[in-house]
T-cell receptor, first 114, second 114 residues
Framework: NAGVTQTPKFQVLKTGQSMTLQCAQDMNHNSMYWYRQDPGMGLRLIYYSASEGTTDKGEVPNGYNVSRLNKREFSLRLESAAPSQTSVYFC?????????????FGPGTRLTVL | GDSVTQMEGPVTLSEEAFLTINCTYTATGYPSLFWYVQYPGEGLQLLLKATKADDKGSNKGFEATYRKETTSFHLEKGSVQVSDSAVYFCALSDHGGATNKLIFGTGTLLAVQP
């Protein structure tokens, strides 16, 4: 039972390059989330998927796209990376109801854009 | 909109000292409140939660009480250990919409010295 897994753990990109961050969960949760963590900013929601087949923008969606491939997998794509996207990215999963609002986080991807 | 404010760090304590990390929130509804902990190089782990006014969440010697009258959820521990050194995040769950979204404070770094 791996919980929430993310790949890769580390990545260095040049400005303008593209990449996809992968997230998978085996917790059978309906909802999945992508956050970025920056010093002094806490975690900010980029995109989320309330259930399979749906995605919605969070607080800071510009420059990103997402795909909810199936119930288990939720990917985050940077089409043309910028230095401002240097950050630590966390995937999380959770339920959609009041009683299942705890979110569970993956280990993170540390991305540097040069 | 909903928001979370927590005390800035770093907080530096000696082992066995008493810990308080302040957290206040602004919310229009009836959010759940959380404390998450992040150890160096890792993702966020749920430390404790409370779902309604006057609830006390507790785990690993940490406690926090949901105070609706003061809109606060302060984290306390009676005797900290070196192993408690980490970043602590206060968060609330926004139950509006199709799923639950977490809104985080900026995090407080705790350093415990032997």
């Amino acid at each position: 039972n791996a919980g929430v897994t993310q790949t890769p753990k580390f990545q260095v990109l040049k400005t303008g390059q593209s990449m996809t961050l992968q997230c998978a969960q085996d917790m059978n949760h309906n909802s999945m989330y992508w956050y970025r963590q920056d010093p002094g900013m806490g975690l900010r929601l980029i995109y989320y998927s309330a259930s399979e087949g749906t995605t919605d923008k969070g607080e800071v969606p510009n420059g990103y796209n997402v795909s909810r491939l199936n119930k288990r997998e939720f990917s985050l794509r940077l089409e043309s990376a910028a230095p401002s996207q240097t950050s630590v990215y966390f995937c999380a999963t959770g339920g959609a109801t009041f009683s299942t609002d705890t979110q569970y986080f993956g280990p993170g991807t540390r991305l540097t854009v040069l | 909109g909903d928001s979370v404010t927590q005390m800035e760090g770093p907080v530096t304590l000696s082992e066995e000292a008493f810990l308080t990390i302040n957290c206040t929130y602004t919310a229009t509804g009836y959010p759940s409140l959380f404390w998450y902990v992040q150890y160096p190089g890792e993702g966020l782990q749920l430390l404790l939660k409370a779902t309604k006014a006057d609830d006390k969440g507790s785990n690993k010697g940490f406690e926090a009480t949901y105070r609706k009258e003061t809109t606060s959820f302060h984290l306390e521990k009676g005797s900290v250990q070196v192993s408690d050194s980490a970043v602590y995040f206060c968060a609330l769950s926004d139950h509006g919409g199709a799923t639950n979204k977490l809104i985080f404070g900026t995090g407080t770094l705790l350093a415990v010295q032997p």
